[in-house]
C-alpha cells in the first residue's frame, strides 16, 4: 500500500512564498504522472498542476508563471513551490499520483493524499 504525505502549507501574506512537499511511501518501483490539486471552501477541486515521470509539466492558467512543480524520483517525492501567492490561492492542496508500480508488481491507482492548507492574507 502506497501513501502520500504532504508538508508544507502554512499561513503566509500576499506576494509571499511556500514549497510545498509530498512524499510518497512504500515499496514503489516507479511513479508515473504525479499532480498537485487545490480546494478552496465551496469550491470543486482544481487541477494545479501535473508532472510526468520524464519531467514534463502542466499548470492551470491561473499559477502559470508563479507556480513550480518538480520533483525527484529517486525520494518518490513531489514538490510545489508557490511564488506571488495570492488570496485567491487559499486551499486546501492535495496531492495525487495516477499510478504506482510496486515492488511486488501491484500497481496502485489514483492515491491521494490528506491534504496540506494554504493560507493567503491580504
Known amino acids: 500500500q502506497v501513501q502520500l504525505v504532504e508538508s508544507g502549507g502554512g499561513l503566509v501574506q500576499a506576494g509571499g512564498s511556500l514549497r510545498l512537499s509530498c512524499a510518497a511511501s512504500?515499496?514503489?518501483?516507479?511513479?508515473?504522472?504525479m499532480a498537485w490539486y487545490r480546494q478552496a471552501p465551496g469550491k470543486q477541486r482544481e487541477l494545479v498542476a501535473t508532472i510526468t515521470y520524464g519531467g514534463r509539466t502542466n499548470y492551470v492558467d491561473s499559477v502559470k508563471g508563479r507556480f513550480t512543480i518538480s520533483r525527484d524520483n529517486a525520494k518518490n517525492t513531489v514538490y510545489l513551490q508557490m511564488n506571488s501567492l495570492k488570496p485567491e490561492d487559499t486551499a486546501a492542496y492535495f496531492c495525487?499520483?495516477?499510478?504506482?508500480?510496486?515492488?511486488?508488481?501491484?500497481?496502485?491507482?489514483?492515491?491521494w493524499g490528506q491534504g496540506t492548507q494554504v493560507t493567503v492574507s491580504s
Open positions: 495525487n499520483a495516477d499510478r504506482v508500480v510496486l515492488t511486488t508488481g501491484i500497481t496502485q491507482y489514483n492515491t
Open positions: 512504500g515499496s514503489i518501483l516507479n511513479i508515473n504522472t
